[in-house]
């Protein structure tokens, strides 16, 4: 069994530190891997066809890319490599419209938020790809467990709370620029969205369009939802300012690395610069909690809650059903909710004052997410997808 992985360009090497955690999970399965790095290579059609030439092939993986790629041949990847192809995406899917349109029939779909899942069934069609799945983010890094007693994590952790990401400055919405009527939608689709804790943005875009008289499933209208991906922009942006707007004024000991932070509008917050993957992840080894802004994923995950517990931080997050069908309430992840965000913000930087309960989340969360939610747990959605691309080109 032969699985071939591509490497494309990642913001701080996340994805692909992912690949290279699923290529070592696929070897212990017993597949010998192959890893293309796309990123590097100037001849990318001559480097896939040589992979390809005289070997079989069981399964080809890709993070967000190359769905739509064909060989000067016109062939997809999946017929290129005579096997199936199997994109997982880990951002919100139709900020990659133009590509999902491209993208060849042969190709299998996975997404982190089941409610991703049926948005692309909904505007593409449920047969439109050769398989449509949810697969959850899995862990990276190693297992550092929390010191023996609490006195000693809050000791040996001298970061409060972390949060590793970018900022968004808010800007004005693409759609501030177009037509009246369109502005009247967007805006309608944006304040739904943000009026309640967990909307997807194609549900706030098509109630936006059942409220002016349009029928979201029309025949004409597949092309405008795809646009729902500026509601998640918006939505996006707009949270995560808020939240952390808020957790600034609560005066809660925030590390922050990442993009965009140049500047003094978060006073009390601790500036580190920006941090690759593996940085973050030493750093959350170092850190007591790790607070995580998972906005537009209410029905899946983001990859830092699952890092920060496997390297033994508590770990802080906005609700998602994922997290509440996974982990007990305040056991072995805290949340907080977007509708009463000052409150639960204000109980998370007591949790993070309380070594007690701090240590005894870690340990409970590590202990779920190392059973539970690595990337080698994952590979079965990834066999699975590839199962159902290939039985479908048989049929």
């Known amino acids: 069994m032969r699985a071939v992985l591509i490497k494309g360009e990642s913001r701080y090497e996340a994805l692909r530190v992912f690949m290279d955690e699923i290529g070592e999970a696929l070897a212990a399965r017993g597949y010998e891997v192959d890893v293309i790095d796309a990123q590097t290579e100037p001849d990318l059609h001559g480097v896939l066809a040589q992979a390809a030439a005289g070997r079989e092939t069981s399964l080809v993986f890709t993070f967000s890319i190359l769905g739509d790629y064909r060989d000067p041949d016109g062939r997809s990847l999946g017929q290129v490599f005579g096997a199936p192809h199997v994109v997982q995406y880990v951002d919100y899917p139709l900020t990659h419209w133009v ?6 029939p042969d190709t299998a779909l996975l997404m982190i938020d089941e409610s991703h899942v049926a948005s692309v069934a909904a505007i593409y069609g449920a047969e439109r790809f050769a398989h449509l799945g949810f697969s959850p983010h899995g862990a990276i890094g190693q297992v550092v467990a929390p010191a023996a007693d609490p006195a000693a994590f809050v ?7 972390l949060f590793a990401g970018s900022f968004y400055e808010p800007r004005p919405p693409w759609w501030e620029s177009q037509a009246p009527a369109i502005v009247s939608i967007f805006r309608r689709a944006a304040e739904l969205a943000l009026a309640h804790d967990i909307v997807p943005a194609l549900g706030a875009l098509d109630a936006a369009l059942a409220e002016h008289g349009i029928d979201p499933t ?11 991906t500026h509601v998640h922009e918006h939505v996006r942006a707009h949270r995560r300012l808020q939240a952390l707007t808020v957790a600034a004024e609560l ?43 998972n906005a537009n994923f209410g029905a899946g995950s983001h990859e830092r809650p699952l890092m920060a517990l496997l390297a033994g931080a508590a770990a802080a997050s906005d609700v998602s059903s994922f ?34 309960a701090l240590h005894a ?21 990834i066999l699975a997808a590839a199962e159902a691309a290939r039985a479908r080109a048989l049929a």
């Open 155 to 161: 000791r040996e952790r001298p970061i409060p709370i």
């Open 218 to 228: 029309g025949p004409d209208v597949g092309e405008f939802r795809k646009l729902a």
């Open 99 to 104: 590509a999902l349109d491209r993208t060849a």
């Open 251 to 293: 005066g809660l000991p925030v590390h922050v690395y990442g993009r965009g932070f140049e500047h003094d509008r978060f006073p009390g917050f601790i500036y580190g610069g920006e941090a690759d993957i593996g940085q973050v992840t030493r750093l959350m080894a170092q850190s007591r909690m790790v607070l995580n802004i």
């Open 361 to 381: 989340m870690a340990q409970a969360g590590q202990a779920q997410v190392a059973a539970r939610h690595r990337w080698a747990h994952r590979i079965d959605a």
């Open 323 to 356: 997290y509440e069908a996974q982990f007990e309430p305040g056991v072995g992840l805290a949340t907080y909710r977007w509708s009463r965000l000052e409150d639960d913000l204000g109980q998370i930087g007591r949790l993070a004052r309380d070594p007690e």
